[in-house]
């Protein structure tokens, strides 16, 4: 699709039908994506002038949608008929139950739908008209994106895209957001030259190179009081380095077969907690530099693998840990320093028994709350002191990675909180859930802004680890935008800069392989002649530290 294309997309969608003719009446514009825009005009406004969707205007949507057939051989036309009905009655259906709030015709409704409907289709639409009364997830709502429909005008819309979705191959089919797509990424170049930010005051020079890992280094990890930096490698060592004494390094823990896989500290940064590719989860004092605690999940789940586990908030006082495994169970344990005593499970939600999906690959804990994702494109919230799923959001890419942002990343509100989640290929998201103080709270994090990667760089930019904060807290002029995200580059080595407005602002090429992560040491570690540190570890198995 070409620029004037999309730029009549746009304006036929914001109710500019009038000029959105005139450029589609041009006569360079391209015929059959003029015959595309026309066709999905006239469909949008039969489907909101005609509530209740009569068979006369049911025929014309399927006539319409048939002229588009030449664009794609992907279903005949009773195929395309039937799954159009399906569509239709699948929306009015959830207009009647979420929007009118009215269950006695949602159900005439949901007995209309004809004989060859996907069995999963009635089994989603009849849980939803079970679960109408409570807050019960439902993960067939995010998956056609209705969680946010308020009105009958909205749900049309949606309607008109999942239409022309079921019809067009992907390739054919023309994303409605596209572009504003196309001008955010634009506008990451535009941001490049903005005064937002003097290239002298970026925290990008390098201050120290180690060098001790002698393979990949897959996990670094700064501790809560910014004194500790400790890193993880293929090389089965775990690493400790004084970040107060010119990151000295003062210890290296090996008892692990193999690789290091993941890190984590107590929020007293007295004890860390490793996992490996051994299976053998082993948790460090850092004070008498010994492993004090371990557990072999293989004598807990034997046809399962641990993905990802960090210490409870009460750790110190509990010692309790949460641990999730690729199988979708999450665990919350209990550890003795008696490495004789078997650890005690208190609690364990097992997908099996619900709706969620398996697989989770990593989570962060948060404000009470676990916000955990999966490899089926999911970020699922668990209350932290019952593991009740309390919000599911469906990703149209697979989230690799999850992490909390410094407090007062925004640079506007030190009560703001986020998380940063990496997409494959090529995208970050920041989600803000600053909202979600407790368990009762109806409001829900939201999508605060999308990080898309440059075209000319490797599509896999990040694997373990993205990290955010304000670079700058002694800085009085919040308006000066001090905050940043960081995130781990291609295969050349590269990492990238970016705003808080999904702006690029630097791109470092200091590593001969792939950055597989990065860490932020915090904003109350202020450095008057470095300012903020930041770290990042590379294929190559170097550790470099950043500052301004």
Known sequence: MNTLTLIAQYLYQNNHSDIANQIVNLPDFDKADKHYLKVKYEITNLLINDLLISEETFQLIVSKLSSLSSLSSSSSSQELSSNVRISIITFKFLEELIIAKNSTNALQILNSLPLDTDLSIRQNLSSLLLSSSNNTPNTYLSSINWKNINNLTQSRLL????????????????NPNELQDKLNKAKNYENLLLPKFKPNSLPINEYFKINYHNDEVWFIKYSPNGNYLAT?????????????????????????????TYLSWNSSSTELLSLSFDQILRIWSINSNKCIKELDYRSIMIDSRLSCAKFHSNYEINNEIIIASNDGKLFKIQLFEDKSIKPNIILQFNSNKSIISPQIQDFTIQNNFIYAITLTN?????????????????????????????????????????????LKPNQLIMINTSSMMDSTNDNLPYIETFYYLPNS?????????????????????????????????????????WGNEGNVLHCLKAHDGLVN????????????????????????????????
Not at 239 to 246: C, G, Q, R, S
Not at 248 to 259: P, R, T, Y
Not at 407 to 414: L, P, Q, V
């Open 457 to 497: 760089s490797s599509n896999n930019y990040v694997l373990r680890g993205c990290a955010g904060g304000d670079y700058n807290p002694q800085m009085n002029n919040y308006n000066y935008h001090s905050s940043i995200v960081i995130s781990g580059g291609g295969q050349n080595g590269e990492i990238w800069l």
């Open 159 to 174: 309607l008109v895209e999942n239409l022309f979705k079921l019809l067009l191959p992907n390739n054919i089919y023309l």
């Open 517 to 548: 992560c990065v860490d932020w040491r915090g904003d109350d570690y202020f450095d008057e002649s470095r300012g903020i540190h930041w770290a990042s570890g590379s294929d190559d198995g170097k550790v470099i530290i950043w500052g301004v």
């Open 378 to 422: 999911e970020l699922i919230v668990f209350t932290l002191d019952n593991l009740k799923l309390i919000y599911k959001l469906q990703f149209n890419q697979q989230p690799i990675s999850i992490s909390s942002v410094s407090k007062s990343f925004s640079g506007i509100n030190s009560n703001n909180s986020y998380i940063l989640i990496n």
């Open 232 to 260: 993880g490698s293929r090389d089965k060592k775990i690493m400790i380095f004084d970040t107060l004494n010119e990151y000295k390094l003062i210890n290296v823990f090996k008892l692990h077969s193999e690789a290091i």
